[in-house]
């Protein structure tokens, strides 16, 4: 079974990608389940119940001239979200999901958001660091190589110990994809990724492996294929696959190729979620 858990439609500011477009093309694509993880991000971007406040950026290809910065619009995301599962149920399995890009400062917001509606599925993302963005630089600035890896490592884990809504640690080495210093010595990082990973499974968590890495040009997975031995020795069991999609032809991108390498490394399974619960797949 195809199934790609990493789907962003335009209900995230950085996608302009129809949510029923999405489901077409998946369908097209033999995908049998796909679960919807749009973002938020509490702490750089408010609601769309806070019209004052947004701000906006300007449009990319394809995209309209402006678009606004802001988290989903909760209401709408999950109107749509039940009226293309109605539409499209009997082709393909839909799911309800978010990614949370959390922080320690904003958890609260999280807890409270996750109450409100009925998830399947969430992914646990850290973007940025006391509101630093990863993708900018602004968090790498004024900082070595070691200070910045090890902060963002840090901070992974103070979330973990005190955040449980969540299903899968995103993209969990994702300050390699922007480290213009080069590949940072896994070694070096190797006791708080143990700390982050022991925490994760023994509070039943999982982690993703997401295919974005061949589109970014990077020379191994996200995470890494040290990160992922290092899960299963420790004894990880709960993965997702995801393509961190957000247009068509990032869409199942290389899932198969992502099964295969989990099978070099010794994984027999892989998980989709129902109502935050883990469904494993042999591989």
């Known amino acids: 079974m195809k199934a790609d858990y990493h789907v962003h439609t335009e209900f995230s500011d950085d996608s302009s990608y129809d949510m029923e477009d999405v489901v077409k093309d998946a369908i097209d694509m033999d995908i049998k389940e796909l679960c919807f993880t749009d973002h938020v991000d509490y702490g750089i971007k408010d609601d769309w119940d806070k019209p004052e406040s947004m701000k906006q950026r300007p449009g990319g290809p394809g995209e309209p001239e402006f678009m606004y910065v802001a988290n989903v619009n909760y209401p709408k995301y999950y109107e749509k979200y039940k009226y293309l599962k109605k539409k499209y149920g009997n082709l393909i399995n839909l799911k309800l999901g978010l990614e949370f890009g959390v922080q320690t400062h904003t958890i609260d917001k999280y807890n409270e958001l996750f109450s409100r509606y009925s998830f399947d599925f969430i992914i646990l993302s850290i973007h940025q660091v006391k509101n630093l963005e990863l993708w900018t630089q602004d968090f790498q600035k004024n900082k070595t190589q070691d200070e910045y890896n090890m902060e963002y490592y840090q901070e992974i884990l103070d979330v973990i110990k005190r955040y449980k809504n969540y299903s899968v640690l995103g993209h969990l080495d994702l300050i390699s994809r922007y480290d213009l210093k080069g590949k940072y010595p896994f070694n070096k990082i190797k006791p708080l990724i ?90």
Do not use: V
């Open 194 to 283: 143990t700390e982050i990973l022991k925490i994760a499974i023994e509070d039943g968590k999982g982690i993703e492996i997401n295919t974005s890495s061949h589109r970014y040009g990077l020379k191994d997975t996200t995470p890494s294929r040290d990160i992922l031995k290092l899960y299963k020795k420790l004894g990880g069991k709960i993965i997702t696959i995801g393509s961190d999609s957000h247009r068509k032809d990032h869409l199942g991108a290389y899932i198969n190729e992502a099964k295969s390498i989990l099978k070099q490394i010794g994984f027999d399974e892989y998980c989709t979620f129902d109502q935050m619960k883990p469904i494993f797949h042999k591989l």
